[in-house]
């Protein structure tokens, strides 16, 4: 098997594995209890909270544990907008290739009287900063932009859209879900005030993440109950998953840049390799993009015959988000940078990582080769494509 889908999810960290059984066996204690066994649990717990604040330039406290990105995405979209409404600001700023997390929190707000405004995204999968900028009102609460786009790839010009932010007095949330432990981050370099992280996504466990929360700005609870988290998260925490994830995260950051450039590299070839196919294009810019993700666009074939025939081959991949593999439509995503519907059926991405080899990329070349050039042989919408009753889009 290959598996080409780790920006869906990675294979947990052996050492993250060995150090949640450690946890699990030793420090099974409730942190928040007064006795030996939970003040040790509650060690583990704030020893974590340091190396990850570490891990991004923050401060210990500025780290909340949280289940993961979704819910860290929805604590800070729902504060910002609770503290701009008390100042009589209810506009909110993101983009329409956001991950739905965010786009669905956005929607709940504009039931509330907010007003949303979606930045365009440009074919090349980027935000420009100017137009964040000009998007910006006296009434503004929030500018929400994705770090890294969880489909596409495309690294946003966050420091900039960051300084923006700050010259403006607004508050800045980034969901890094996609970017932490593969490209460098660091919250006060990049004028960050909020940031969303999961640990599953940087070889930690499923169930576990983060949100980093500047000094000064207070949180909305979303889940209440006890006092955990300072008060803003409810729930006994995870200290075995956060544990792991520390691990992870870690063990991630000490390899970031040597895997930066040899994933790069192994994306690049297979980039070329696509590339290759007649009436394809890929999806974003080609090198303002994460090392290990591709995503193309195929004429004339539907994406999800693709998906089937290329797990007939032993490749595991997707032809989008995770949280809508269901979905029928095409990717949002997709729409956002300018693809046609019919287009936008027709797509794969492929998320490699440090683990995938030479031999595996000339392989995942191959097969998507054949199968590409399979479904086409008795494609309706090729066939009309080939004999001219269409035009080709690609």
Known sequence: MIYADNAATTKTSPK???KMVEVMNNTFGNPSSLYGVGQKAKEELEKSREEVAKVIGANPKEIIFTSGG????NQAIISAARLGARKGKKHIISSAFEHH???HTLNKLQGEGFEITLLDVHENGLIVPEEVENAIREDTALVTIMFANNEIGTIQPIREIGAICRKKGVLF??????????VHVNVKEDNIDMLSASSHKFHGPKGVGFLYVKKGIALTNIIEGGAQERGKRAGTENVPGIAGMTVALKEAIEHLDENYESV???????IAGLKEIPHCAINGDEKKRLPGNVNFCFEG???????LLLDDKGIQASSGSACTSGSLDPSHVLLAIGRVHDVAHGSLRLTINEETTDAEIDEIIKSVKEVVE?????SPIWRDLVAGKKEFIL
Do not use: W
């Open 16 to 18: 993250a594995i060995e």
């Open 70 to 73: 979704s819910e860290a995405d």
């Open 101 to 103: 997390a965010v786009l």
């Open 173 to 182: 949330h980034t969901d890094a879900v996609q970017a932490i432990g593969h």
């Open 264 to 270: 790069s590299a192994k994306r690049d070839k297979l």
């Open 301 to 307: 074939i539907e994406g999800e015959s693709l998906l």
């Open 374 to 378: 399979y479904l086409r042989s008795f």
